[in-house]
């Protein structure tokens, strides 16, 4: 497995920004699917953007245009800069990965390796 570190979460107010990261001990490049989750209180875990093996990103609707996913290989490292924060984002969020081509099946990801998750607070 991969170990993944996350950071940069923290407390803003709506409307601010903040730009979470997550320290691969892997190189990036052979991490086929890697993308960001979030699970708020007394809700389910929710994938929330994707990186594909052909490199396509992909985003739930609710932050589409706001949150974008980006990855620096010489880094080793995936990013999610998150825009317009709501109060509604509040949650803690997660990276995972799988560094098998196979990982995207049937339109959807798979993962093998998680971060142990930073907090993101949003107050209205």
């Known amino acids: 497995q991969v170990r993944l570190v996350e950071s940069g979460g923290g407390s803003v107010q709506a409307g601010g920004s903040l730009n979470l990261s997550c320290a691969a001990s892997?190189?990036?490049?052979?991490?086929?699917?890697m993308g960001w989750f979030r699970q708020a209180p007394g809700k389910e875990r929710e994938g929330i953007a994707h990186?594909?093996?052909?490199?396509?990103?992909f985003y739930i609707d609710s932050v589409k245009g706001r949150f974008t996913i980006s990855k620096d290989n010489a880094k080793s490292t995936l990013y999610l800069r998150m825009n317009s924060l709501k109060p509604e984002d509040t949650a803690v969020y997660y990276c995972?990965?799988?560094?098998?081509?196979?990982?995207?099946?049937?339109?959807?990801?798979?993962?093998?390796?998680w971060g142990q998750g930073t907090q993101v607070t949003v107050s209205s």
């Open positions: 990186f594909s093996p052909a490199g396509n990103t």
């Open positions: 995972a990965a799988h560094p098998s081509l196979d990982c995207w099946q049937s339109g959807s990801p798979i993962y093998d390796s």
């Open positions: 892997y190189d990036t490049r052979a991490l086929f699917c």
